[in-house]
């Protein structure tokens, strides 16, 4: 390893497969083999579909896959849905209780899988809470703190969508409801108004922070098949330049 | 109001709460992790021991923020005495002995009020587990640390697990300038002094009232 510059040292903190900062001190993160790969975006850009058939190509290649998404926690998922029913959530809370979900799944099921030598493809990562913190006035430097302890993705693929494509295909699909309408925000009364008010701010937080996190940003308004063979080979690109072999390519030798 | 499981400050508490109450101050009560909002996956969590020390403390935040936003911000507004069995420095001592990161807690908690007194009834190890278990207290798994996998036994786990919570505290005391009674004394000379380091603070308050308006 040549190292001629003067450059101090980087830190393994905050590098890909690494904690963002000061991590969970009793789980220390030692080059583990498994990469993590996040797919975010607001609702309607097709995270789900994209995910299934990155996981197919991906096995078929005979990397094991896990996936991961988001509010999936055993230990949480039935308060959060309780709390979001309740409407006593507070900014706070409400931050919070998406903290503590993402802490269990991050020890019980991404850390494990990353030291087994899982590709974990995660449906929406820290940046979600991130973005809904930012909307809701939540302290920025306070909200990273809090996921300090989160592990840094090698890649983070942000689909994004315009604000009108993003309102017609929620409508579409499952329609507004309370908090993805941002209706706790008070922004007012009509709740198509507080919907498109809300959704607005939320890629723009989204955009905020694509530098911040070094997003690779996908237009997710063209068809399934196009946005996958960018995935795939962006993807393909990365696993051939770091230590991960395909079972596939193994086997063709 | 803080210490270890064992301390007596639930006692300490209660009785001062009976002589702020019989003075006419409005006093209002909150009690660690006592929120509904969390309630569930805490029960959960605790019957299936699947907490880990972060969502142990996650847990323990949430339930915190709730009750900051219903129990302790609206009585202080309301100009009520807000007794707090426990406050954030449990979670400082208690996160830190199950090995979560000093500096990620501290920052965590930092949109908590900042009490106008902390009190820290420290008791010797041997003191806390002779009073428990006198009580016939049957020690829960996670106060005593069970968790951490450190001892089988419940009574050495204790001992152990509230050892290095013991050794958080006393950093606190210096960092946070905590007021220490000691707890190994008699209940009522350990509420002569907590009372006398309560009526300071009422005096000084009441002077301020009173050069506002002068």
Known sequence: MSNSTNLPEPTETGRAGHYYSYGIPYLPIDNYPGKLIAIEGTDGVGRSTQIRLLREWLEVQGYGVIETGWTRSELMQPTIEVAKGSNTLNKLTFVLLYATDFADRLEKEIIPALKAGFIVLSDRYIFTALARAGVRGVDRAWVRNLYGFGISPHLVFYLRIDEKTLIRRVLQSRGMDYWESGMDLKLGDDIYESFRAYQRALLKEYTSMSEEFGFRVLDARRKVEVIQDELRRQIAAFLAESDVPAAAAVRAE | ?214
């Open chain 2, 1 to 214: 109001m803080e210490g270890i499981d064992g301390s007596g400050k639930t006692t300490q508490l209660g009785l001062l709460a009976k002589w702020l109450s019989a003075a006419g101050h409005p006093v209002f009560m909150t009690e660690w992790n006592s929120s509904a909002l969390v309630k569930a996956a805490t029960k959960t969590g605790k019957k299936k021991n699947a907490l880990t020390p972060m969502t142990f403390s996650l847990l323990h935040a949430t339930d915190f923020a709730d009750r900051l936003l219903y129990n302790i911000v609206p009585p202080l507004k309301a100009g009520m005495i807000v007794l707090a069995d426990r406050y954030s420095y449990t979670a400082f001592a208690r996160d830190a002995a199950r090995g979560v990161d000093r500096r990620w807690v501290r920052e965590l908690y930092s949109f908590a009020t900042k009490p106008d007194l902390a009190v820290y009834f420290r008791v010797p190890i041997d003191v806390s587990v002779d009073r428990l278990l006198a009580r016939r207290v049957k020690l829960k798994f996670y106060e005593a640390g069970l968790d951490m996998g450190w001892s089988t036994n419940a009574v050495e786990s204790f001992r152990m697990f509230q050892g290095k919570v013991l050794d958080e505290y006393d950093r606190l005391v210096e960092e946070y300038g905590l007021s220490v009674v000691n707890a190994s004394g008699s209940i009522t000379e350990q509420q002569r002094l907590l009372r006398k380091l309560v009526s300071q603070h009422l005096e000084i308050e009441n002077h301020e009232q009173l050069d506002e308006s002068a």
